[in-house]
């Protein structure tokens, strides 16, 4: 199959099915940083967003929607970095939300994006009991983009997706 006999929409198809090597219960569109798929000439062009500057994830999610897409028959593919506008926690989907509160990771606020980062504190209700007596353990949890936290009332650990 060559890459013009195939369609964008079956090619974000594809990459709906991509796991962020981070986060494995979502996808790199659940996550918004997959910003467009176009054509250019017979090559199918992917703009990826990085979730922030150095993330040690960029790379492997490149190379892995690389491999999808030619796995499903794309033979011309190009992965681009978008950097602007900047990825935000916005950004990722209300199905990501949900996937994330599921896996036991809070999820960010929607509209608590960087300007958030300036401003106060919210509360952080704990994911198994929804308890908001909870206590931030560690700045960064098991990626820089998460912290850690307890909660105070079950005691369970887990892990706050920052807003970026």
């Known amino acids: 199959m060559t890459t013009t006999s195939v369609s964008e929409a079956q090619a974000w198809s594809v990459l709906n ?30 703009g990826l967003a990085p979730t ?9 999610i490149a190379a892995n929607v690389l491999t999808a897409l ?16 900047p990825w935000t926690t916005d950004w990722i989907s209300d199905e990501g939300r949900e996937k994330l509160h599921r896996y036991g990771i809070v ?9 958030s ?5 919210r509360d952080i209700a704990c994911p198994r009991c929804d308890c908001t007596s909870t206590t931030r353990v560690s700045e960064y949890g098991s990626t820089p983009c998460k912290a850690a936290y307890k909660c105070d009332s079950c ?3 887990f892990e706050y997706f920052k807003c970026i």
């Not at 494995?24 to 659940?30: A, E, H, K, W, Y």
């Not at 030619?70 to 506008?85: F, I, K, N, Q, W």
């Not at 980062?117 to 504190?121: A, M, N």
């Open 52 to 60: 922030y500057t150095g993330c040690p994830a960029t790379e492997v």
């Open 155 to 157: 005691l369970e650990p």
């Open 70 to 85: 030619r796995r499903s028959g794309y033979d011309a593919v190009r992965v681009e970095t978008v950097l602007s506008p």
């Open 17 to 46: 099915r991509v796991a962020d090597p981070e986060i494995p219960v979502l996808s790199i569109t659940d996550l918004g940083i997959v910003r467009w798929i176009k054509r250019d000439a017979d090559e199918l062009v992917v």
């Open 107 to 115: 999820p960010p606020a929607s509209g608590q994006s960087k300007k």
């Open 117 to 121: 980062l300036l401003g106060g504190s």
